[in-house]
T-cell receptor, first 114, second 113 residues
Framework: AQSVTQLDSQVSVFEEAPVELRCNYS??????LFWYVQYPNQGLQLLLK??????LVKGINGFEAEFNKSQTSFHLRKPSVHISDTAEYFC????????????FGAGTRLAVHP | EPEVTQTPSHQVTQMGQEVILRCVPI?????FYWYRQILGQKVEFLVS????????KSEIFDDQFSVERPDGSNFTLKIRSTKLEDSAMYFC???????????FGQGTRLTVV
């Protein structure tokens, strides 16, 4: 079975500081990796995805993530955050095969302060 | 930009009542999903639907739950006899083809009293 662990339930940073949200996964088979963002009272929006190819993937709003197969990690980073990045961030995996259900981590609540 | 739409945004129902949550997936998408998020917990997979039938379901998706695509555009989740523990945010999602990204609706917050 697959599982996703987001190592920090909450992260608090000041505006313009860098941030890293950590995600580790467990799977005996190959997976696709995703980061979704949920702004208050809104649905889930895809930030970025790793399907294959370059292990460094760039997403929307200046976010990027690096897939590390040996460490089974997919940490999300942004070099300089804005107040508007305050949201909940979810790491998720889906299997190469099957019907592509997503298995989510518990989420990391990012608070950006002025 | 095409989007997944869900109605209603919030529904309050009495325990034991039936509820139907509605979703309109993106029109050229072929795979459909329901997820739920109990307050303070992770988003959990409920069911996937492809080619007019359930393709996979989780342990949560017991006999009280059913899904339907009645008319080629709507995708519904029915809970026959709601329990207090069914209170959650329910998300609909769709995928165009296998191994592409899922697009989510805004969610329906279901409150069972």
């Amino acid at each position: 079975a697959q599982s996703v662990t987001q190592l920090d339930s909450q992260v608090s940073v000041f505006e313009e500081a860098p941030v890293e949200l950590r995600c580790n996964y467990s799977s005996s088979v190959s997976v696709y990796l995703f980061w979704y963002v949920q702004y208050p009272n809104q649905g889930l929006q895809l930030l970025l995805k790793y399907l294959s190819g370059s292990t460094l993937v760039k997403g929307i709003n200046g976010f990027e993530a690096e897939f590390n197969k040996s460490q089974t990690s997919f940490h999300l980073r942004k070099p300089s955050v804005h107040i508007s990045d305050t949201a909940e961030y979810f790491c998720a995996v889906s299997l190469f095969r099957g019907y592509n259900k997503l298995i989510f981590g518990a989420g990391t609540r990012l608070a950006v302060h002025p | 930009e095409p989007e997944v739409t869900q109605t209603p945004s919030h529904q309050v129902t009495q325990m034991g009542q039936e509820v139907i949550l509605r979703c309109v997936p993106i029109s050229n998408h072929l795979y459909f999903y329901w997820y739920r998020q109990i307050l303070g917990q992770k988003v959990e997979f409920l069911v996937s639907f492809y080619n007019n039938e359930i393709s996979e379901k989780s342990e949560i998706f017991d006999d009280q739950f059913s899904v339907e695509r009645p008319d080629g555009s709507n995708f519904t989740l029915k809970i026959r006899s709601t329990k207090l523990e069914d209170s959650a945010m329910y998300f609909c999602a769709s995928i165009r083809t296998a191994n592409t990204e899922a697009f989510f609706g805004q969610g329906t917050r279901l409150t069972v009293v």
